[in-house]
């Protein structure tokens, strides 16, 4: 039984950028697609990005384009999300999840425990 | 990007009792396969995102059967047929045809 596990809890300053880690163990991740989501203190899931290993490319919302790198280390089944130009709204709980094929991000049944990201000066 | 609403935002529901939530997307989900790409997850208190139907209708692994998924195009429901304590938590829709876009998000309380 795959699972996923993340990196610890970062504090951050703002303007900085943070990389969250996310290791997959007892399986592998590279036949499907993995997303990022993250959760703000007290909002909703929000899709941050992801990787899609049938085309070795990343895409990410609109909303983080110029800001957020995904990568994948094959190697050692690690992911890992970049995010730059770190401001106080993206402080929030991270969450890498594995879908349920390589080409599209539906049906996330793998979950990571989450990484909090606290941006503060 | 395509744009999830979700409703209602909240639900208070007598345990026993049958829930539904509506959620409606800005374009098509419908795939060339004939598929929705279209997912519900439930996110318990304190707890990682679980997914409980995804492609529209199609029940995770270990989902009870209370739950089901339908719908096609730009409207879809959840449906618990019989509510129990255990279904509190925080439930969302997500369009995974183009890239990835979650719903508001309902709340879903025991009366």
């Known amino acids: 039984q795959v699972q996923l596990v993340q990196s610890g809890a970062e504090v951050k300053k703002p303007g900085s950028s943070v990389r969250v880690s996310c290791k997959a163990s007892g399986g592998t991740f590279t036949n499907f697609a993995i997303s990022w989501v993250r959760q703000a203190p007290g909002q909703g899931l929000e899709w941050v990005g992801g990787?899609?290993?049938?085309?070795?490319?990343?895409n990410n919302a609109q909303k983080f384009q110029g800001r957020v790198s995904i990568t994948a280390d094959e190697t050692t089944s690690t992911l890992y999300m970049e995010l730059s130009s770190l401001r106080s709204e993206d402080t929030a709980v991270y969450y890498c999840?594995?879908?349920?094929?390589?080409?599209?991000?539906?049906?996330?049944?793998?979950w990571g425990q989450g990484t909090s990201v606290t941006v503060s000066s | 990007d395509i744009e999830m609403t979700q409703s209602p935002l909240s639900l208070s529901v007598t345990p026993g009792e049958p829930a539904s939530i509506s959620c409606r997307s800005s374009q098509s989900l419908l795939h060339s396969t004939g598929y929705n790409y279209l997912d519900w997850y439930l996110q318990k208190p304190g707890q990682s995102p679980q997914l409980l139907i995804y492609l529209g209708s199609n029940r995770a692994s270990g989902v009870p059967d209370r739950f089901s998924g339908s719908g096609s195009d730009t409207d879809f429901t959840l449906k618990i047929s019989r509510v129990e304590a255990e279904d509190v938590g925080i439930y969302y829709c997500m369009q995974a045809l183009r890239k990835g876009t979650f719903g508001q998000g309902t709340k879903v309380e025991i009366k």
């Open positions: 999840a594995r879908a349920k094929e390589d080409i599209y991000y539906y049906g996330m049944d793998v």
């Open positions: 990787i899609i290993p049938f085309f070795r490319t990343a």
